[in-house]
């Protein structure tokens, strides 16, 4: 252990090992190769159906357990990803990923102001369709498909790509 | 102080290595910017770009590699 520890970071610096230019070359054609490689997997990806993705159903609650300018969290479709419904009209219902899109940090809902807001660095999203009113995220929330049945709320898919 | 013919050589294969490997670099730096845009507009639902960044980042991979291969012969005889 000490002595490959020993040649891997020599105390003399005459037995270091450098990397030559041309080694340093050869390396970044290579990360050239695979950020190529990787470019190519996105456009191959663009080009894949971008369905709204139909998940297990979830019941989130009943429509009387939110009054109308309320909000309600929920975990959907795992147990660790945290998500919000909002009734920012009488009867409309929309949900939404609370990950701020741009740090991770749950937003929250302001119904006096109508968005959903980012408090870490000011972002805000609208309630219609989770696009970014303010601030730095860099794109919309992803939305939860909800279905309203005998009274009950659920969480039945993400819509994906531009719907 | 007079240098040799082959001294003369050394110091500009040095000079033309040193300056393709800038150019490397930058071209590099230019691809990692293309995926990371392109990723963040997927995930954003816009799906234009990436096709055209994919095909740019291939020419640039060739330009990489042809300067690759510039080098290894440059430096074959040093």
Redesign the interface.
Same mark, same amino acid.
Request: net charge negative; glycine share 2%.
């Given at each position: 252990m000490d002595e490959k520890l020993n040649q891997d970071f020599p105390i003399d610096w005459d037995e270091d090992h450098y990397v030559s230019r041309r080694e340093f070359f050869k390396f970044m054609t290579f990360a050239s190769g695979g950020l190529a490689l990787g470019s190519v997997g996105l456009a191959v990806w663009s080009k894949m159906p971008r369905d709204h993705r139909k998940m297990d159903e979830k019941e989130i609650g009943e429509v009387a357990q939110l009054a109308a300018g309320g909000s309600l969290a929920f975990n959907y479709p795992r147990d660790h990803d945290l998500c919000i419904l909002v009734q920012p009209e009488p009867g409309v219902y929309k949900a939404f990923s609370r990950r701020c899109t741009h740090l991770s940090c749950p937003v929250v809902w302001e119904p006096g102001k109508n968005r959903l807001y980012c408090p870490c660095h000011n972002g805000a999203f609208s309630p219609v369709n989770g696009a970014v009113l303010q601030g730095p995220p860099p794109r919309a929330l992803p939305e939860i498909m909800l279905e309203v049945r005998e009274g009950r709320i659920f969480a039945v898919g993400i819509k994906r790509g531009e719907a | 102080m007079k240098v040799s013919p082959a001294g003369h050589r050394r110091r500009q294969r040095s000079g033309i290595? &040193?300056a !393709? +490997?800038l150019f490397? $670099?930058v $071209?590099?730096l230019l691809? +990692?910017w293309?995926?990371v845009g392109? +990723?963040?507009s !997927? +995930?954003?639902?816009? %799906?234009t770009m &990436?096709?055209p &960044? &994919?095909i740019l980042? $291939?020419v640039? $991979?060739g330009v990489?590699?042809w300067? !690759?291969d510039g080098?290894?012969r440059l %430096?074959r005889d040093v």
């Open positions: - | 290595f &040193a !393709l +490997l490397n $670099l $071209l590099v691809q +990692l293309l995926f392109v +990723l963040e !997927l +995930l954003d639902g816009k %799906t &990436a096709i &960044a &994919a980042s $291939l640039i $991979l990489n590699v300067m !690759l080098v290894v %430096t």
